[in-house]
């Protein structure tokens, strides 16, 4: 079975300046889809950017981009230029044909 | 367009209670799912359909079941509550098996007392 993990339960980041957050996962697949999810206090689940693992660019949605390292299972989120409204809780997912497998999530905090 | 509707937003229980959860999607959506949301455990799979007439149980069944009559609505209903089942419950829809991402209701915060 697929895990995600996500070692980072928390960080921190200063308004406008970058940050990264970590996701690893174990999975015998060769092709498969990865996908970071967005949860701010209103408590929604927002997509904030998919991978797809036959695809070496790295996927990128403005301000959000991704590091993927398929030979280390590797699939981090970095943010820039960050903006107080990216404070949230983060999850990485992995789809498998259920659904989609979590990791345990990172509460980003922005400071102004 | 509405998306994925959940309902109720908030619900409280007495041990030994049933409940529906209410879950609809106007998408066309083929695959629908219900998962819980638990502190430092991310989201987990509780039960999930492929179309209508076809559902499975996910990674945490016990205690919940579903039903898929129509494409649009996916309830999952608590047998008998339990304190173990306060959570947040959310409930998601997708298009082309997942490979595009699921859409997502705004979740049920249920408190079993």
């Known amino acids: 079975a697929q895990t995600v993990t996500q070692s980072q339960p928390e960080m921190s980041v200063q308004e406008a300046e970058t940050v990264t957050l970590s996701c690893t996962y174990d999975?015998?697949?060769?092709?498969?889809?990865l996908f970071w999810y967005k949860q701010p206090p209103s408590r929604q689940m927002i997509l904030v950017i998919r991978?797809?693992?036959?695809?070496?660019q790295n996927a990128t949605e403005n301000r959000f981009s991704v590091n993927f390292q398929k030979a280390a299972k590797s699939f981090s989120l970095k943010i820039s230029d960050s903006q107080l409204g990216d404070a949230a809780m983060y999850f990485c997912?992995?789809?498998?044909?259920?659904?989609?497998?979590f990791g345990e999530g990172t509460q980003l905090t922005v400071n102004p | 367009n509405a998306g994925v509707t959940q309902t109720p937003k908030f619900q409280v229980l007495k041990t030994g209670q049933s409940m529906t959860l209410q879950c609809a999607q106007d998408?066309?959506?083929?695959?629908m799912s219900w998962y819980r949301q638990d502190p430092g455990m991310g989201l987990r799979l509780i039960h999930y359909s492929v179309g209508a007439g076809i559902t499975d149980q996910g990674e945490v069944p016990n205690g919940y079941n579903v039903s898929r009559s129509t494409t649009e609505d996916f309830p999952l209903r608590l047998l008998s509550a339990a304190p173990s089942q306060t959570s947040v419950y959310f409930c998601?829809?997708?298009?082309?098996?997942?490979?595009?991402?699921?859409?997502f209701g705004s979740g049920t915060r249920l408190t079993v007392v």
């Open positions: 998601a829809s997708s298009r082309v098996q997942g490979f595009y991402g699921y859409t």
């Open positions: 997912a992995y789809r498998t044909a259920q659904g989609l497998t």
């Open positions: 998408m066309n959506h083929e695959y």
């Open positions: 991978q797809e693992a036959y695809k070496q």
């Open positions: 999975t015998s697949e060769s092709d498969y889809y």
